[in-house]
């Protein structure tokens, strides 16, 4: 897991530079896709339980890859905050 973990902050730093954007849509469809991609496309199914944990392993990977895009993108913006000073 620790592994996964590294290679997904690797992956979103490198998405990050080259501009690419995450979104909630893309945090929710993208994982699923790889699953689906890995598990029947891949023919992962094949492989019993064993292609059934890599592929659920991948969709984890890819839902951390963007997450972890989403957060940096979140600590490039920069905040705007109303002046919250009353004048008389």
Request: glycine residues 6%; aromatic residues 12%.
């Amino acid at each position: 897991m620790d592994t996964i973990e590294r290679y997904a902050t690797l992956a979103a730093q490198q998405m990050h530079e080259d501009g690419h954007r995450s979104t909630a849509a893309r945090i929710a469809i993208h994982p699923p896709l790889a699953f689906f991609r890995n598990y029947v496309l891949k023919g992962g199914f094949l492989d019993g339980a064993p292609g059934l944990i890599v592929s659920r392993m991948n969709a984890y990977y890819v839902f951390l890859k963007f997450a972890k895009l989403w957060e940096l993108e979140s600590f490039a913006r920069p905040v705007h905050h109303e002046d919250t000073k009353r004048t008389k």
